[in-house]
């Protein structure tokens, strides 16, 4: 029986990717054709990342705005409040919005290298609860916010980070996206506890296939999210980047959005690393209710 009945009421699968900017023409060539791989799965939107301390904020734009101008699929701007005064964060959003560009991922975002923790930025906004107000006064943007099932690296307890993301829905944002996790029962505890706080807009699990377990669990290790010793063991002895390696991910990932529809899901969105291998070993398990139609609403995903 689904977990969450009011996840998306069609019955069809609906998925977006997530794509970071590049730093060579190399990687701009493997972003591109990453995002031409992924485009017959019809996602309902992609999303640019921010570098951390919002280091890559000309080549996010220059990314989103061309996936605009494509007119193949509604992109998503990564806006962080790290490095950036109201006054700029402003500027981009206004260029962002003339542009065309109306859906925003709002996050505080990560501190720059060799800094432990978020540094209030002179004339900048706190944190993400800030920036999504700021962003609603500028003009009528759709604003995805971040959700932690395994708690934020800062957090000060559990319903600290529910007041917090509590606070993100009130100010604007209208869809959760997960930070990427592996266990699929945390996933389902976290959106009961977000429901009996009062929080009613769309969650959406954030997917991250395991294209290398090295760079994961580094990843995982930072963020805090856990890796099953289950996971960990299948990956023993399996070089990274061999044809092994990559069924054993198609398998996993496949495994946990099986589990995850089967209890009524029917959102996905995948931390793609600018790869498509794996996400499109998983074509059949994602065809087999697949949402084809445009982004219909501000919550049209996992409505």
Same mark, same amino acid.
């Given at each position: 029986?689904?977990?969450?009945?009011?996840?998306?009421?069609?019955?069809?699968? =609906?998925?977006?990717?997530?794509?970071? $900017?590049?730093?060579?023409? %190399?990687?701009? %060539?493997?972003?591109?054709?990453?995002?031409?791989?992924?485009?017959?799965?019809?996602?309902?939107?992609?999303?640019?990342?921010?570098? =951390?301390?919002?280091?890559?904020?000309?080549?996010?734009?220059?990314? !989103?705005?061309?996936?605009?101008?494509?007119?193949?699929?509604?992109?998503? @701007?990564?806006?962080? /409040?790290?490095?950036?005064? *109201? =006054?700029?964060?402003?500027?981009?959003?206004?260029?962002?919005?003339?542009?065309?560009?109306?859906?925003?991922? @709002?996050? *505080?975002?990560?501190?720059?290298?060799?800094?432990?923790?978020?540094?209030?930025?002179?004339?900048?906004?706190?944190?993400?609860?800030?920036?999504?107000?700021?962003?609603?006064?500028? @003009?009528?943007?759709?604003i995805t916010?971040?959700?932690?099932?395994?708690?934020?690296?800062?957090?000060?307890?559990v319903?600290?980070?529910?007041?917090?993301?509590?606070?993100?829905?009130?100010?604007?944002?209208?869809?959760?996206?997960?930070?990427?996790?592996?266990?699929?029962?945390?996933?389902?505890?976290?959106?009961?506890?977000?429901?009996? /706080?009062?929080?009613?807009?769309?969650?959406? $699990?954030?997917?991250?296939?395991? %294209?290398?377990?090295?760079?994961? =669990?580094?990843?995982?290790?930072?963020?805090? @999210?856990?890796?099953?010793?289950?996971?960990?063991?299948?990956?023993?002895? !399996?070089?990274?980047?061999?044809?092994?390696?990559?069924?054993?991910?198609?398998?996993?990932?496949?495994?946990?959005?099986?589990?995850?529809?089967?209890?009524?899901?029917?959102?996905f969105?995948?931390?793609?690393?600018?790869?498509?291998?794996?996400?499109?070993?998983?074509?059949?398990?994602l065809?087999?209710?697949? /949402?084809?139609?445009?982004?219909?609403?501000s919550?049209?995903?996992?409505?």
């Open positions: 029986m689904p977990r969450d009945r009011d996840l998306n009421p069609g019955g069809r699968i =609906a998925v977006s990717f997530e794509f970071f $900017p590049p730093k060579s023409e %190399a990687m701009l %060539a493997s972003l591109w054709r990453a995002y031409r791989n992924l485009l017959p799965l019809k996602p309902t939107f992609v999303s640019v990342t921010y570098g =951390a301390g919002g280091t890559t904020r000309s080549r996010t734009h220059k990314v !989103v705005n061309n996936i605009q101008r494509m007119a193949h699929v509604r992109p998503a @701007a990564h806006l962080t /409040c790290v490095g950036s005064s *109201r =006054a700029e964060i402003r500027d981009i959003a206004q260029n962002y919005f003339n542009d065309g560009v109306t859906h925003i991922v @709002a996050l *505080r975002g990560d501190p720059p290298k060799k800094t432990s923790s978020f540094q209030l930025y002179r004339g900048g906004y706190g944190g993400s609860v800030e920036l999504i107000k700021g962003l609603m006064e500028i @003009a009528e943007f759709e916010a971040g959700a932690y099932p395994e708690g934020h690296p800062e957090s000060q307890g319903q600290s980070d529910l007041d917090h993301l509590k606070r993100k829905c009130d100010a604007g944002a209208v869809r959760l996206i997960t930070q990427f996790f592996f266990n699929t029962e945390c996933f389902f505890r976290f959106c009961d506890r977000v429901r009996a /706080c009062g929080i009613t807009v769309p969650i959406v $699990p954030g997917i991250l296939p395991i %294209a290398n377990f090295e760079q994961i =669990a580094r990843f995982s290790a930072n963020c805090g @999210a856990v890796i099953p010793k289950a996971i960990i063991e299948k990956f023993e002895g !399996v070089p990274d980047g061999s044809s092994e390696a990559r069924k054993v991910a198609v398998d996993i990932a496949s495994g946990q959005c099986s589990d995850l529809i089967s209890q009524g899901v029917k959102d969105h995948f931390y793609t690393l600018n790869r498509s291998d794996i996400i499109l070993g998983m074509r059949d398990l065809n087999q209710r697949h /949402c084809p139609s445009p982004f219909p609403s919550l049209g995903v996992g409505s």
